[in-house]
């Protein structure tokens, strides 16, 4: 059963610590996506990839977050130095765009909560 | 900056009675998509309208889109308890992106 898988699922971490999150997207998607969400805010996207080049993060504070896609099967998110206004949940999730078979929809991972005291 | 924007914010129904949830958005779209998400866990995609489509059934689910209002509606008939759930619209206007609402909040009691 193809699904999108995050890591850590969960993360507490202490102020100015790096932090990064984890990304396999589903074999054969060719577009990744990171997202935040939080009560406030709802769903915001940090950054967007297809085909492992990164084409919109103007979602993401440049100072601290950095976003990788080292291959085609990982991807990154990282936070150095992490804030207790970083506080939320984190998705990664992967579609197909551009090809004869996009359905348009995304597949979302279950999120990686990251508590930053 | 949300797209879309879902009403009502929270919606209480007894099991049986059918839900509907509202989405409306700011700027012409390619698609709009409706998602649900349980809690603590990840978004699962429910059904896509395309532009040029008014009605859209999957299920109990029933999605209408209206371009002219920009705006759309989310039906789930015969509710059950299982489907409590947060509702999200998101919206791509064309760039492979989506943008997502706030989110209904469903409760189905028994």
């Known amino acids: 059963d193809a699904r999108v898988t995050q890591t850590p699922r969960d993360k507490v971490t202490e102020m100015g610590q790096e932090v990064t999150m984890r990304c396999q997207p589903i074999?054969?998607?060719?577009?990744v996506f990171w997202y935040r969400q939080t009560m406030m805010q709802g769903l915001e996207l940090l950054a967007y990839f297809r085909n492992r080049a990164p084409l919109d993060d103007s979602g993401m504070p440049k100072d601290r977050f950095s976003a990788e896609m080292p291959d085609a099967t990982l991807a990154t998110l990282k936070i150095q130095p992490s804030e207790p206004r970083d506080s939320a949940v984190y998705f990664c999730?992967?579609?197909?765009?551009?090809?004869?078979?996009?359905?348009?929809?995304?597949?979302f991972g279950e999120g990686s909560r990251l508590t930053v005291l | 900056s949300q797209q879309g924007e879902e009403d009502p914010q929270a919606l209480s129904i007894q099991e049986g009675e059918n839900a509907t949830m509202n989405c409306s958005y700011k700027?012409?779209?390619?698609?709009l998509q409706w998602y649900r998400q349980n809690s603590g866990r990840g978004l699962v995609h429910l059904i896509l309208i395309r532009s040029n489509e008014r009605e859209k059934h999957s299920g109990r689910l029933r999605v209408t889109l209206d371009t002219s209002k920009k705006s759309s509606s989310l039906l789930i008939t015969a509710s059950r308890a299982a489907d409590t759930a947060s509702y999200f619209c998101?919206?791509?206007?064309?760039?492979?992106?989506?943008?997502f609402g706030k989110g209904t909040m469903l409760l189905v009691s028994p």
């Open positions: 999730a992967s579609g197909l765009s551009g090809t004869p078979s996009n359905t348009g929809e995304l597949f």
């Open positions: 074999l054969g998607h060719n577009t």
């Open positions: 998101a919206t791509d206007a064309g760039y492979s992106t989506l943008t």
């Open positions: 700027t012409s779209i390619n698609n």
